[in-house]
């Protein structure tokens, strides 16, 4: 019985939850939903946070959810320096825990320079 009880609220914590697969990747429809680039934006400040570093974020580019316990966002971002006028990407891994509101960054790391 417990299983199905979790299983049901997982449902229903995912809005438009089609197609997902719990452990899976799927990959995200619409880059420009404002959750997707605020979760992006929070991994861009909670790594300068825990960094130091400067940067500024621009968007987020790609991404992918996963159903575990909450749901876990990788995201392609993408994001420019103080004072160079490269773009940088970076894969950051977002863990969203609704129930409780709260997002934790799991990883941020570069992934390419574009100038």
Not at 22 to 42: A, L, S, Y
Not at 70 to 94: C, H, P, Q, S, W
Not at 96 to 112: G, R, Y
Request: proline letters at 3%.
């Amino acid at each position: 019985m417990s299983s199905v009880a979790a299983a049901s609220q997982s449902d229903g914590l995912i809005a438009n939850g089609e197609n997902m697969i719990c452990g899976g990747w799927t990959h995200i429809k619409d880059m420009n939903d404002p959750q997707v680039q605020e979760r992006g934006r929070f991994a861009v400040m909670e790594h300068n946070n825990q960094s130091g570093e400067h940067l500024i974020f621009s968007r987020v580019d790609d991404g992918w959810t996963q159903v575990v316990s909450g749901i876990n966002y990788r995201l392609v971002i993408r994001a420019t320096k103080e004072g160079d006028n490269g773009i940088y990407f970076y894969e950051a891994i977002v863990w969203d825990v609704p129930w409780e509101q709260s997002w934790t960054l799991i990883s941020f790391k570069p992934l390419l320079k574009h100038k």
